[in-house]
């Protein structure tokens, strides 16, 4: 029952920036880790970036020092500041969101997924 809408992407010229936004809902407990996915056309689906309940964040190599990711607790909301976009980071990205919710069950959720497409 827990629910992750997304918002942000479009279309940005190679070197522009882009910022996405997830926003959970539902009957959530607690959010033990919140994170970024992607996936171009022809290719698996592969993590961007994660952060933990502990505050630490995995970075995949191809995005670090271009990408951060944000966390609202408060809000059960996390943010991706994507900075000198690269043709390569065309995709469709997905939020994904794990813990419990409030009957302590676990949960894994996916956002709807939003467009990027960064041009040449």
């Known amino acids: 029952q827990v629910q992750l809408v997304e918002s942000g992407g479009g279309l940005v010229q190679a070197g522009g920036s882009l910022s996405l936004s997830c926003a959970a809902s539902?009957?959530?407990?607690?959010?033990?880790?919140m994170g970024w996915y992607r996936q171009a056309p022809g290719k698996q689906r592969e993590l961007v970036v994660a952060?933990?309940?502990?505050?630490?964040?995995n970075y995949a190599d191809s995005v670090k020092g271009r990408f951060t990711i944000s966390r609202v607790y408060a809000k059960n909301t996390v943010y991706l500041q994507m900075n000198s976009l690269k043709p390569e980071d065309t995709a469709v990205y997905y939020c994904?969101?794990?813990?419990?919710?409030?009957?302590?069950?676990?949960?894994?959720?996916w956002g709807q997924g939003t467009q990027v497409t960064v041009s040449s």
């Open positions: 994904n969101a794990r813990g419990y919710s409030a009957n302590i069950r676990s949960f894994d959720s």
């Open positions: 539902g009957s959530i407990f607690s959010i033990n880790e």
């Open positions: 952060v933990t309940s502990g505050g630490m964040t």
